[in-house]
Each structure stands twice: as structure tokens, then as C-alpha cells.
């Protein structure tokens, strides 16, 4: 397969859509981000008619009520367009080389995630992944699919972009959550009170408290809850037996940590048997 086909191969596996709504007197989004190669459609979802027409006249269309127009951008750049029976209206669609998918989630500090992108270049070229001083961390190589995808571990919340020779794509965003989770532990008797707090706060995200269990052979959850206001947690277990307690700060699925309190410990009751 020579280098052209290759490439037009790449960009074929690697197209794919966006949606734009036409509301009553607005694009939205205002500004759509596509690959080279992909199909913007516009939906018009107002009860009076648009049109979708490029500030230097490269495509147009009319948009009746319900109607559908769609464009297909086959090279990178800033694509301005608007509505010409309602000239308030304007829009713009930028097209890269090169995408990165946004992150879906924030991280623990070290932690590895995996970025992942789009490029409508050859299968093999090689994209390289920069950081916020335009420092290249990490490589990836495109696939036949036209997809990427390399590992990163930043210890703060960080932008990336992908580059490939002169193309770059837009940056986008991985946070990183740089919290602590502060614990205190405390017998009444048969109850045991285990006090959470997470520091910055970190309200309504969700903590676990959990138990060493020798006879389990490792940590294990016992109860769960959501920050209150206060960025704080109180848990309640009913034992007379010598306990070893940590709390975790997870991603909303309850499992995936992002911080871990230090091991904290209460004695055996005096009143056990």
C-alpha cells in the first residue's frame, strides 16, 4: 500500500460526526470541534427557518423546520459560518489533523491514565504527546482505525496535545486531585466512630471506610458515604474487636481510589469476652 492510500485509508477509518442544534436564534454549540474528514450536521431544532451558510461561501444550506443539513470537512482549519435570515447567528467549526478525547475523569496524583485520539494521518505516523511546556511525555503510533492512545502520569493537573510533524491538536485538560484524606478514630463501648475529613474540600464525592480483615486477608469496604457540606464523613461500626480502619476519596463509581488516609486503629473493648 503505498503512503497515499495509507493515508486516505486512515482518514476514511478515522471519520466520524458532530452534531450542532439550531435553537431560536443561536448555534449551539457555538463553536464545534471536528477531524479532518468528519461530518458536522446541523439539526434545526426551532420552530423558524435558518441556514447554515460559510463566511467565504465554501458550503451552505437551508434548514426548514425539523430539517437536517450536513457538511463534510475534508482539511484542518477555521470553517466561520452563519445564518443569513438572522444575521446575529454565527457559528464556527475548527478542523485538526489531530484530536485528543477528552478526559473523562479526574485522577490521583502519579496515577496512569490513558489519553486517546483521533488523527486522519497515516496508519504508523507517530504522534507525540506534550504537557504543558510543550515537552513531549509519551509517544503513540496510529493505527489502521486511525485511533492513538498513550499513557501519562502527571502529578498536577496538566493540559496535553498531541503533535505529529506540523500538525497539532486542540489541548485538553486532565485534572488531578490533589487531596488528602484526614481520619480520627474513637471507641464507646461496643461502637466504633470513624470521622473523615478531605482536604481541599471535596463536597458530595463519595469516601469508603475500610477494615483489615486477617480472617479476609486484607482491606476490605464496610460502608460508604458522600461528603457532606463540610467536606467531612462519620462512620459507625458496631464491634468489640481490635480494629485497623482506613478511609478512601473514590471516583463516583465508589471504587477507583483518588486519595487514602493514613491507617488509624482502636483498641479491643474492655468489656469483650
Given at each position: 500500500m503505498t503512503v497515499a492510500v495509507a493515508a486516505l485509508a486512515a482518514v476514511a477509518?478515522?471519520?466520524?460526526?458532530?452534531?450542532?442544534s439550531v435553537q431560536y436564534a443561536a448555534y449551539q454549540p457555538v463553536q464545534t470541534t471536528a477531524l479532518a474528514g468528519d461530518t458536522v450536521m446541523w439539526h434545526n431544532a426551532s420552530?423558524?427557518?435558518h441556514t447554515v451558510t460559510a463566511d467565504d461561501g465554501s458550503f451552505a444550506g437551508s434548514l426548514y423546520v425539523g430539517g437536517m443539513y450536513s457538511h463534510s470537512f475534508d482539511g484542518p482549519?477555521?470553517?466561520t459560518y452563519h445564518c443569513t435570515l438572522h444575521p446575529e447567528m454565527h457559528g464556527e467549526v475548527d478542523v485538526y489533523r489531530l484530536l485528543l478525547d477528552t478526559p473523562s475523569a479526574a485522577i490521583a496524583p502519579g496515577e496512569s491514565y490513558t489519553l486517546s485520539g483521533r488523527a486522519a494521518l497515516p496508519a504508523g505516523s507517530t504522534v507525540t504527546i506534550q504537557n504543558d511546556s510543550s515537552e513531549g511525555v509519551a509517544t503513540a503510533s496510529v493505527g489502521a482505525d486511525g485511533r492513538f492512545s498513550a499513557?501519562?502520569?502527571?502529578?498536577t493537573s496538566t493540559s496535553y496535545r498531541a503533535v505529529s510533524g506540523g500538525d497539532a491538536s486542540p489541548r485538553v485538560l486532565l485534572g488531578v486531585l490533589d487531596r488528602k484524606v484526614r481520619v480520627a478514630i474513637a471507641r464507646h463501648g461496643g461502637r466504633v466512630v470513624v470521622g473523615a475529613r478531605v482536604v481541599p474540600a471535596a463536597r458530595g464525592q463519595r469516601v469508603v471506610l475500610q477494615l483489615h480483615l486477617p480472617e479476609r486477608f486484607g482491606w476490605w469496604p464496610v460502608r460508604r458515604a458522600r461528603l457532606d457540606s463540610h467536606s467531612r464523613a462519620r462512620f459507625v461500626i458496631h464491634t468489640r474487636r481490635r480494629v485497623r480502619a482506613r478511609v478512601l476519596l473514590t471516583r463516583a463509581d465508589g471504587v477507583t481510589p483518588v486519595a487514602r488516609s493514613a491507617v488509624v486503629r482502636a483498641g479491643a473493648s474492655a468489656l469483650a469476652h
Open positions: 477509518a478515522a471519520a466520524g460526526s458532530s452534531d450542532v420552530p423558524r427557518t482549519g477555521a470553517f499513557t501519562v502520569r502527571p502529578t
